[in-house]
């Protein structure tokens, strides 16, 4: 273990009067991360971003090093990689935390509905920096169960919404709008971070498809034409009908991708979860775009 840990950690301490012992806290880190590692198999835990959350959290403390060993220090970690983006990190808190609350919930009577739009809608929000730059997940102080502090802003927002007699699917994102479309926390995140970028290549990408692609796309996603049907316009057989249905929503994909990881500079990793993004939203993006005319 590197002395990065301990030394992001002692630069969040807020006073040189704080009993620190730099060998007892490079230890006790060294420990934490270790057996973080070994629960979350796979995530990837920087030791910067790591020692600075942690130092965050007994920033005022007297005593930091006892401060620390109250904290759910693990867990505290995983969050750490999950607001650093880490793709296996944030796979690992929607098993862990946030399927399980569901489970919760509905087993309290709420309906499916109910349970998964409040989920989705607490999985949106996590990653999404408010007014003041502070994203909700890295206000979770470590000082209880991150299941519990997370089971109450689901089971809150489940509340309201199981009080209100219409549901209203905000439409002020375009493309993003609708939470409940790939809605984990993976999917959150890259929404997040790509939104914009994504909105700009998904059109650029949609340009340059011929009529007869657009024309395809509108008459499955807007008229609501069977495979069948759009093969008795087009008189062909069904298969060619559906095969090139499917070619025109990939090839749309992948240009799309192509024009992000171009705009971006994305890394190869990167550009595979960006595709797991568009192709979560490609029917309502197009649903959207074509149904405005575009």
């Known amino acids: 273990m590197s ?10 301490l807020s006073s040189p009067a704080q009993v620190v012992d730099r060998a007892a806290v490079s230890s ?17 835990l920087s030791e910067d971003e790591v020692g600075r959350f942690l130092g965050e959290k007994v920033a005022a403390e007297a005593d930091p090093l006892a401060a620390l060993a109250r904290l759910r220090a693990e867990e505290l970690c995983l969050v750490a990689a999950c607001l650093a983006g880490d793709p296996r990190a944030l796979q690992c808190f929607d098993a862990a935390y946030l399927s399980p609350v569901a489970e919760r919930l ?57 009080g209100r007699e219409a549901r209203q699917t905000s439409a002020d994102d375009l493309e993003l709008a609708d939470e ?14 790509y939104g914009e970028a994504f909105r700009r290549s998904f059109h650029a990408a949609l340009a340059e498809l011929d009529e007869q692609a657009r024309n395809l796309l509108r008459q499955h996603l807007l008229d609501g034409l069977s495979i069948d049907q759009i093969a008795a316009l087009q008189k062909v057989h069904r298969a060619t009908a559906a095969r090139r249905l499917v070619r025109v929503r990939e090839d749309l994909a992948l240009r ?29 993006s197009l649903s959207r775009v074509l149904g405005a005319g575009g």
């Open 256 to 284: 799309t991708r192509a024009l992000l990881v171009q705009s971006l500079k994305l890394s190869e990793s990167e550009s595979h979860s960006v595709l797991r993004l568009i192709r979560s939203q490609l029917d309502l």
């Open 3 to 12: 002395d990065v840990l301990a030394a992001s950690f002692l630069s969040c």
């Open 180 to 193: 409940r479309v790939g809605g984990d926390l993976e999917l959150a995140h890259l929404k997040a971070t």
């Open 28 to 44: 006790a880190l060294a420990a934490i991360v270790a057996a973080a590692r070994r629960r979350f198999a796979g995530v990837a």
């Open 106 to 162: 509905a087993r309290a009577g709420l309906t499916a509905d109910v349970v998964a739009d409040a989920r989705q809608r607490i999985a949106g929000s996590l990653l999404v920096a408010d007014a003041s730059g502070t994203r909700r997940l890295a206000t979770y102080s470590g000082r209880g169960d991150l299941a519990g502090w997370l089971y109450v802003a689901v089971a809150r927002e489940a509340r309201r919404l199981a």
